[in-house]
């Protein structure tokens, strides 16, 4: 079992201009959730599926933020466009287990 | 909803000496508890969890925690740290049996003395 794989592992992007993080969760599992990390507000759960389908996308901050689970093996969060205050440190996560996450820098 | 309280942000500790990291939480329903390990630069790690069961858990790395459903809380603790152990710790909540929504305190860095 490879766990679950995430990237890029980082990205640093200018502003303005959209990013694609991608996910891909452990098979068998029903859930899948998306969380971003920062200093000041520390994991927040943005977005998250069951069997595909969006249950609870009340922690996605902005209409910039969107995300997508089109099979049970993807997921990607988009963000578009981009701002500075974006920057952090995104996670996915399927069952208890945690991708490795995205380091996403916005300049 | 659930919420979870870390009541240290930071806790120094000398090598070799025990440790306790509280955690408190909150919630209407009954719960999944769970500890998770973050190192520098790196992703979260579960360290243990409670799901039913015994309420004195065991985890990873010598690390174990009590579930005490009337004080709500679950604590973590080590009998002797080690340098390695330098890292920042998540206390987190589910609620049980509707899904596995994690909910996480804000974390508690453990600072290592030699």
């Known amino acids: 079992d490879a766990g679950v794989i995430q990237s890029p592992r980082h990205e640093v992007t200018e502003m303005g201009q959209e990013v694609t993080l991608r996910c891909k969760p452990i098979?068998?599992?029903?859930?899948l959730f998306w969380y971003r990390q920062t200093m000041m507000r520390g994991l927040e759960l943005l977005i998250y599926?069951?069997?595909?389908?969006?249950?609870?996308d009340s922690g996605m901050p902005e209409d910039r933020f969107s995300a997508k689970m089109p099979n049970a093996s993807f997921s990607t969060l988009k963000i578009q466009p981009s701002e500075p205050r974006d920057s952090a440190v995104y996670f996915c996560?399927?069952?208890?287990?945690f991708g490795s996450g995205t380091r996403l820098t916005v300049v | 909803a659930q919420s979870v309280t870390q009541l240290d942000s930071q806790v120094p500790v000398f090598e070799e000496a025990p440790v306790e990291l509280r955690c408190n939480y909150s919630s209407s329903v009954s719960v999944y508890l769970f500890w998770y390990v973050q190192y520098p630069n790196q992703g979260l790690q579960l360290l243990l969890k409670y799901l039913s069961g015994s309420t004195l858990v065991k985890g990873i790395n010598g690390f174990e925690a009590e579930f005490n459903k009337s004080q709500t809380s679950f604590h973590l603790r080590k009998p002797s740290v080690h340098i390695s152990d330098t890292a920042e710790y998540f206390c987190a909540v589910s609620d049980r049996g509707r899904d596995d929504k994690i909910i996480f305190g804000k974390g508690t860095r453990l600072h290592i003395l030699p």
């Open positions: 098979s068998g599992h029903d859930y």
């Open positions: 996560a399927s069952g208890y287990t």
């Open positions: 599926f069951n069997n595909n389908v969006p249950i609870d």
